[in-house]
């Protein structure tokens, strides 16, 4: 089965729920600590491009530290690269887990969508 890196907050029962479908599923996890270690901007950059994902889908837009920034009013007039480093800053404003096996890269958790990308 394939090694994957799980960038994860273990509090996060969402992050829990996709662990465990992973395992079920045979694979090898490399799990980093999104709070404690974040990605770097070049990594995020990086991870984006891997997702065909916009930029935007990596913002935890539900979480409190998105609303106490008022981030939803100032992404707009930020560019790629200052928004890629406020995440890198911040572990808690990166939607999660993000998944990765090096070339694909999924973010948050669908049952439907990890069937699709990451199903034995």
Same mark, same amino acid.
């Given at each position: +089965?394939? @090694?994957?890196?799980? !960038?994860? !907050? =273990?509090?996060?029962?969402?992050?829990? #729920?996709?662990?465990?479908? *992973?395992?079920?599923?045979?694979?090898? *996890? #490399? &799990?980093?600590?999104?709070v404690e270690? =974040?990605?770097?901007?070049?990594?995020?950059? /990086?991870?984006?491009?891997?997702?065909? *994902?916009? &930029?935007k889908k $990596? $913002? #935890?837009?539900?979480? /409190? %530290? !998105?609303?106490?920034?008022?981030? @939803?009013?100032?992404? =707009?007039? +930020?560019?790629?690269?200052?928004?890629?480093?406020?995440?890198?800053?911040?572990?808690? *404003?990166?939607?999660?887990?993000? %998944?990765?096996?090096?070339?694909?890269?999924? %973010?948050? $958790? @669908?049952?439907? +969508? !990890? /069937? /699709?990308?990451? @199903?034995?």
């Amino acid at each position: +089965m394939s @090694k994957l890196t799980v !960038y994860q !907050y =273990p509090q996060c029962s969402t992050c829990r #729920n996709a662990i465990k479908w *992973l395992r079920a599923e045979g694979h090898e *996890l #490399n &799990l980093i600590h999104i709070v404690e270690s =974040p990605p770097t901007a070049e990594q995020l950059r /990086e991870l984006v491009e891997h997702s065909e *994902l916009e &930029l935007k889908k $990596f $913002f #935890n837009t539900s979480g /409190e %530290v !998105y609303k106490s920034q008022n981030l @939803k009013e100032k992404l =707009p007039s +930020m560019d790629a690269q200052e928004q890629l480093q406020l995440l890198s800053e911040n572990g808690k *404003l990166i939607k999660r887990p993000i %998944v990765t096996d090096g070339d694909k890269v999924t %973010v948050g $958790f @669908k049952e439907s +969508m !990890y /069937e /699709e990308a990451w @199903k034995a």
